[in-house]
Nanobody, 125 residues
Framework: QVQLVESGGGLVQAGGSPRLSCAGS????????MGWFRQAPGKEREFVAA????????TYADAVKGRFTISRDDAKITVYLQMNSLNPEDTAVYYC??????????????????WGQGTQVTVSS
C-alpha cells in the first residue's frame, strides 16, 4: 500500500514558478513509477508528466513540455513537479499517482495504482 499526499498548490500569478511536492509512504516507494495528472474545471483528467522508478527516464505532455520538470528524491520519499512560466490554462487540481510497474513510462491514468487527493493550482492573469 502506498499513500500519497500532494502539497505546494495555491494561487499563483501568470509567469510564476511554483513547485508541487508529492510525499509518499511505504518501503517500496523507490520501486514505483510516478506520474502527475491534472483536472481543470469541466474537463477530464489529463496526463502531465511521468518518471520511472530509477528517475533516469521522464516524459511530458506536449502542453507542458519545456516548462515543467518532474523529479524524485527517494531518500525523502517525494516526487516533485517544478512548474515554470505558468499561464491561466494551467489552472487545475494536480494529482500525483504511483504505479507498481515502475520501469515503463505511461500517461494512461488506468495504469496507475495509487492516487493522492490532489492540490489546487490557480493561475491568475
Amino acid at each position: 500500500q502506498v499513500q500519497l499526499v500532494e502539497s505546494g498548490g495555491g494561487l499563483v500569478q501568470a509567469g510564476g514558478s511554483p513547485r508541487l511536492s508529492c510525499a509518499g509512504s511505504g518501503r517500496t516507494f523507490s520501486y514505483y513509477g510516478m506520474g502527475w495528472f491534472r483536472q481543470a474545471p469541466g474537463k477530464e483528467r489529463e496526463f502531465v508528466a511521468a518518471i520511472t522508478w530509477s528517475g533516469r527516464s521522464t516524459t511530458y505532455a506536449d502542453a507542458v513540455k519545456g516548462r515543467f520538470t518532474i523529479s524524485r528524491d527517494d531518500a525523502k520519499i517525494t516526487v516533485y513537479l517544478q512548474m515554470n512560466s505558468l499561464n491561466p490554462e494551467d489552472t487545475a487540481v494536480y494529482y500525483c499517482a504511483a504505479r507498481a510497474n515502475g520501469a515503463r513510462l505511461t500517461g494512461r491514468s488506468d495504469d496507475y495504482d495509487y492516487w493522492g487527493q490532489g492540490t489546487q493550482v490557480t493561475v491568475s492573469s
